[in-house]
């Protein structure tokens, strides 16, 4: 009787947790529609929130005078990873000199501050979905302007837990609206086999390749053959150390990829 109350007990508690996240699920489903519905869409400046007047400001949706102060990465960086590098590391950083990235190169306009960091963590945390569309943009326009001939498009997969959070894939309208407007395919080779320690970046690069080793595995029924030897670009919204796009491009490299470039919104 006693085992029998215990497994009613625990029956009972799975359907009160299932029960909690269905209705968190739906409430941020009409919180999400409430903002997309009120906030003037490419109306105001994503950063000071002036009016937009031009089509070319409202195609980005900022003005023209907030566009002057946008955070675009300039210097010498890293051909690599894309960090920054000073004069004597050559073109390649030092970290790369010692453990040379499974990608070939990130390509990235921006440093992760200012409206750029606002615009990330809106479209994330802050249910302002339609946000999506810039950022796709910006990235998209970069890519174009990048000749860089790619043959398949992917992003990176995210925690089952962070889509229940965010209540949304927040990289798949990005990458479809890549796929639209270059007419490049896109495909879902990947998937996770676990989640992601938390990101330390005061650890060094190899010690961080380590921890999110085995993350990543290619998605069961996924035809290898489709990707032997192509070039892939994956979409990521930031770059932070690496270590993720890393392990992405190790999985799709070890199964017949000729080469694996990472695009983002920002590199930090």
């Known amino acids: 009787m006693q085992n029998e109350a215990n497994s009613g007990m625990k029956v009972l508690k799975v359907k009160i947790n299932n029960f909690k996240k269905k209705i968190k699920i739906t409430f941020f489903k009409a919180t999400k529609s409430l903002v997309n519905g009120i906030y003037p869409n490419d109306l105001v400046c994503l950063d000071c929130s002036g009016e937009l007047r031009t089509a070319n400001e409202k195609y980005l949706s900022i003005c023209d005078v907030c566009s002057n102060d946008l955070p675009f990465r300039k210097g010498r960086h890293c051909k690599f990873c894309g ?12 970290d790369c000199k010692r453990l040379a990235p499974h990608f070939s190169q990130v390509l990235a306009p921006f440093e992760y501050k200012g409206v750029i960091e606002k615009i990330i963590y809106e479209y994330k945390k802050a249910g302002k979905t339609f946000l999506y569309l810039y950022f796709a943009r910006y990235i ?57 320690p938390e990101r330390k970046t005061d650890l060094d690069r190899f010690t961080q390749y380590e921890n999110v080793y085995g993350v990543f595995s290619m998605a069961p029924g ?36 000729a080469n694996v470039i990472v695009l983002s919104l920002a590199r930090v």
Request: net charge negative; proline share 4%.
């Open 83 to 94: 960090a920054y590098i000073i004069e004597s590391d050559g073109s390649d950083c030092q």
């Open 140 to 196: 998209t326009d970069f890519f174009k302007n990048s000749n860089v001939n790619v043959d398949f498009v992917t992003s990176v997969p995210m925690m089952k837990k962070q889509i229940m959070k965010n209540g949304f894939d927040h990289l798949k309208p990005i990458t479809d609206y890549f796929e639209n407007e270059t007419r490049i395919p896109q495909i879902s080779p990947l998937c996770r086999t676990m989640d992601q």
């Open 222 to 257: 996924f035809n290898i053959d489709i990707i032997k030897d192509k070039t892939i670009v994956i979409i990521d919204d930031v770059v932070v150390t690496g270590a993720t796009e890393n392990a992405c491009a190790r999985v799709l490299k070890e199964n017949g990829a």
